[in-house]
């Protein structure tokens, strides 16, 4: 596929939707049918050293979305997303120019966050537009619905499922609109223009899944994130018997190498190593996490997530030079269908070199006051050694949900 047709692919996402859409004779079941509805109110205040004012920022998503199932084994999904600032902006949104408080990214904006139109047939679909990509743990492709403003791909994906247990799944992606947000400042930062393959491999085993992925991604906006990352991952639980223990696991290695127009020429590892014992309701888990680099270029993963790794603090938003190991222990459960908690504790260290960066402690609870309402408090500690700043982070979330965001 050549660049050319990159202009306009906004365009051709909305009039394919639309235009299926508008053949629909009516919508199926789809609780309540088909409409999505993500009502997000959140309210963070973080101290970090080096700022005189600490960052308060309240800020509300608005996401409305609907799914139309208008034939057989055939679907089309739109999806709108409004964010906006509510208080005043106190806060360094990296758009607003407060850069005398600390930086909290979610700035307003307002964007088509998904349209597209999918076939499916229970073994083999196919779905163009635009669209979330999550895969796996998130690490390396995500939403990343943590952030007010998603991250989402105009692409094209297609999957198929054997009787064996194996699922293979195939991304070109295009365009990725970064959860900066559609009317950040930086035409930069809130759009990359990309030409990407991703090939994705399920396998199912007598003992968890094995997964191997190779992802071919040329960045033409920032060249520096054009890599071919390749590995494997094993990700498996084994029960007990009777007694509601379980033991739980994860074993990863990846390479990465600098792709086509990326001018930095390097070569780096990746693992993950995890390992959980425990109940439902409390488990304990202890982890490796491995970023490699070599002193001046290390392993980067920008379309993944930076919440759910290396701490809540984002103190790692890119790869130090000198790699990143992150060791961590954790706590975590589920208390009735309702409540559900976690304690964590990072260590960071240089992979490169004799070096430690710091340590976070990272504390969350999750209740459920009714299905479709929740309220969460999260909160983050990072202690710096050698690397990033001293900070204190809180977070308190009220969230209203119908349905699911990206409309699968």
């Known amino acids: 596929m050549g660049k050319v047709h990159r202009v306009s692919s906004a365009k051709w996402v909305l009039s394919a939707v639309f235009a299926v859409g508008a053949g629909a004779a009516h919508a199926v079941d789809y609780p309540p049918d088909g409409l999505v509805v993500d009502l997000r109110y959140r309210s963070a205040h973080i101290d970090q050293v080096g700022y005189t004012k600490p960052a308060n920022a309240n800020t509300v998503r608005f996401t409305l979305g609907y799914l139309w199932k208008f034939a057989p084994e055939w679907s089309a999904y739109v999806e709108g997303t409004r964010v906006f600032a509510v208080f005043g902006e106190h806060y360094n949104s990296g758009a607003n120019g407060n850069t005398h408080r600390p930086s909290e990214g979610d700035p307003p904006s307002s964007e088509v966050s998904s349209a597209w139109v999918a076939w499916d047939n229970g073994t083999a679909s196919a779905r163009l537009g635009r669209q979330y990509v999550s895969l796996d743990n998130d690490r390396f492709f995500t939403p990343g619905l943590w952030r007010q403003n998603p991250q989402s791909f105009d692409a094209v994906a297609a999957a198929l499922k054997f009787d064996t247990g194996t699922t293979i799944k195939y991304y070109y992606l295009d365009e990725a609109q970064r959860s900066v947000g559609h009317d950040y400042p930086d035409p930069t930062q809130r759009e990359w223009q990309l030409d990407a393959n991703l090939i994705h491999i399920d396998q199912k085993l007598p003992l968890g899944t094995l997964t191997g992925y190779d992802y071919f991604v040329e960045n033409d906006t920032n060249a520096k994130y054009s890599w071919r990352t390749a590995g494997l991952r094993w990700v498996g ?172």
């Open 237 to 408: 639980k084994y029960p007990f018997g009777d007694t509601g223990t379980a033991l739980g696991w994860v074993a990863e290695g990846a390479r990465q190498n600098s792709w086509r127009n990326n001018p930095q020429h390097y070569q780096a590892d990746y693992h993950l190593f995890e390992l959980s014992y425990g109940f439902s309701w409390a488990s304990l888990k202890v982890g490796d996490e491995l970023l490699g680099g070599n002193g001046k270029y290390a392993f980067s993963s920008p379309y993944g997530s930076n919440h759910g790794f290396d701490g809540w603090t984002s103190q790692f938003k890119n790869t130090p030079p000198n790699g990143l190991e992150d060791r961590y222990v954790a706590a975590f459960g589920k208390i009735d269908p309702r409540l559900t908690w976690s304690v964590t504790l990072h260590n960071f260290f240089a992979e490169n070199i004799n070096q430690r960066y710091g340590s976070e402690l990272n504390a969350m609870i999750n209740y459920a006051l009714r299905k479709d309402l929740s309220i969460e408090l999260d909160y983050a500690d990072y202690h710096r050694h050698s690397f990033g700043s001293s900070e204190r982070a809180l977070w308190a979330t009220l969230e209203y949900k119908i349905g699911k965001q990206g409309g699968y």
